[in-house]
């Protein structure tokens, strides 16, 4: 009789052993896939955020009065938004300065909030606004 240690295939065992590594592998790759996903869904999230932040910041930018103090509203898409302007104290230290400039300067902050996640985000930009003084 010829010996049965030349039969082809693979055993039982061998075939359990490449679907655990296959099963494993292709978990590994599916989480990567997964998270890599999640990522881009926030980057998009974010950029979004910072458009309408900037929209929000030159639309103050164009106002021809500022109005001190906080308002806030909806962009409609998931996206809300709140305005601070506020006068910039210029130090009085400064010997450089004029007592009365022709100018006031205003700090704005544009903040636009949304959710993700079940978790309230916030994107926040800041900057000057500069205005002559009006005469009496």
């Known amino acids: 009789f010829p010996c049965m240690n030349n039969e082809k295939g693979f055993s039982l065992l061998e075939a359990l052993v490449a679907i655990t590594i296959l099963g494993i592998t292709l978990g590994t790759i599916m989480s990567l896939f997964s998270g890599a996903m999640r990522s881009v869904g926030a980057s998009d999230e974010y950029s979004q955020a910072i458009l309408l932040a900037r929209k929000g910041m030159e639309d103050t930018m164009l106002m021809e009065d500022i109005h001190l103090g906080t308002e806030d509203g909806s962009f409609g898409n998931g996206y809300t938004w709140e305005r601070t302007i506020s006068p910039l104290e210029i130090s009085e230290e400064d010997e450089n300065l004029d ?8 700090e704005v902050e544009i903040k636009v909030k949304w959710w993700s996640w079940k978790a309230e985000k916030v994107m926040s930009l800041r900057s000057l606004v500069l205005r002559e003084t009006i005469e009496d």
């Open 99 to 106: 007592e009365n400039p022709p100018f006031n300067l205003y």
